[in-house]
């Protein structure tokens, strides 16, 4: 069946680092790919998305590319800040159904 | 708009007590989900509804939980007996379905935190 598979963490940083976050996954159709990040105390929210292959999702400087041959869609941010500390979710949606599969998630602590 | 409200945000209940959470879903969204969280896990659908009707209740539990989304907006997931196992975080999320034209993006309520004694 479909599945993501994400770097374990924690993952610690000192501010203004070049942050990436691996992920793989196996998918049998044309799959949706997103990232979801949980901030301390608040729910899961979308972070980015792309719906095609070579596709770049970007938000608040995180980006990641839909790499079709590598299955992969890792995250990227070219200067991490202390607010970025979260878990970071990384999930599919195959197309034709609204099921959404997570990852474990990565927790990302920045140091000041 | 509001968001997803979930209640009770935390619950602390003995084995063999039953328990319930509410989800209110955002206004228009005609799928709903619910989720189980273990500490350091990503999120694991227990339940989907599209409109009234589940259509992957696969990995729910069906002996103790069960779960009913009434007039296709309110959900409701209960658990009877729980177990100590069962602690957890419980997410509702909802969204416009792909299949309904949306973008599948999923909103997230804050979760309700189950403790069992």
């Known amino acids: 069946g479909d599945s993501v598979t994400q770097m374990e963490g924690p993952v610690t940083l000192s501010e203004e680092a070049f942050l990436t976050i691996n992920c793989t996954y196996t998918a049998t159709g044309y799959p949706s790919l997103f990232w979801y990040v949980q901030y301390p105390g608040e729910g899961l929210q979308l972070l980015l998305k792309a719906t095609k292959a070579d596709d770049k999702g970007s938000n608040k400087g995180f980006e990641a590319t839909y790499r079709k041959e590598t299955t992969s869609f890792h995250l990227e941010k070219g200067s991490v800040q202390v607010s970025d500390s979260a878990v970071y979710f990384c999930?599919?949606?195959?197309?034709?159904?609204?099921?959404?599969?997570f990852g474990k998630g990565t927790r990302l602590h920045i140091l000041p | 708009e509001a968001g997803v409200v979930q209640s009770p945000r935390y619950k602390i209940i003995e084995k063999k007590q039953p328990v319930a959470f509410w989800c209110n879903p955002i206004?228009?969204?005609?799928?709903l989900y619910w989720y189980l969280q273990n500490l350091g896990q990503g999120p694991e659908l227990l339940i989907r509804?599209?409109?009234?009707?589940?259509?992957?209740d696969s990995q729910l539990p069906k002996d103790r939980f069960s779960a009913e989304r009434l007039k296709g907006v309110d959900s409701t997931l209960k658990i009877q007996p729980a177990e100590l196992g069962d602690s957890a975080v419980y997410l509702c999320a909802s969204s416009l379905g792909l299949l309904a034209g949306g973008t599948g993006e999923l909103f997230f309520g804050e979760g309700s935190r189950l403790t069992v004694l």
């Open positions: 509804y599209e409109n009234e009707e589940a259509v992957d």
């Open positions: 999930a599919l949606s195959d197309r034709g159904d609204d099921k959404i599969i």
């Open positions: 206004s228009g969204h005609n799928t």
